[in-house]
């Protein structure tokens, strides 16, 4: 068993928000997941998603969302561009 969290981010400037995504991936995909990934690289999963909700330390229900990861695949970390604008 491989465990991890993703985040996940959307919108932008004072409109952006970060989900996080308890994820755990079982067997070969898992072993290999743990041996390869690190902080900070970009990753692509498929998986059964679902819920719990639990009492945070301050008292307050928290809800997290869980992925039961069946595939993975790295994606790209970096793009580059070039942009000409006629003259």
Same mark, same amino acid.
């Given at each position: 068993?491989?465990?991890?969290?993703?985040?996940?981010?959307?919108?932008?400037?004072?409109?952006?928000?970060?989900?996080?995504?308890?994820?755990?991936?079982?067997?070969?995909?898992?072993?290999?997941?743990?041996?390869?990934?690190?902080?900070?690289?970009?990753?692509?999963?498929?998986?059964?998603?679902?819920?719990? /909700?639990? $009492?945070?330390?301050?008292?307050?229900?928290?809800?997290?969302?869980?992925?039961?990861? $069946?595939?993975?695949?790295? /994606?790209?970390?970096? /793009?580059?561009?070039?942009?000409?604008?006629?003259?």
């Amino acid at each position: 068993l491989t465990t991890f969290s993703i985040a996940s981010n959307s919108g932008w400037g004072d409109n952006k928000t970060t989900t996080f995504f308890d994820c755990a991936c079982f067997g070969k995909r898992g072993e290999s997941l743990e041996k390869h990934a690190g902080k900070g690289k970009q990753l692509w999963i498929t998986g059964d998603l679902s819920t719990r /909700t639990y $009492e945070g330390r301050d008292g307050a229900e928290r809800t997290s969302i869980n992925v039961k990861v $069946e595939d993975w695949h790295f /994606t790209a970390t970096t /793009t580059t561009a070039s942009i000409e604008r006629p003259r």
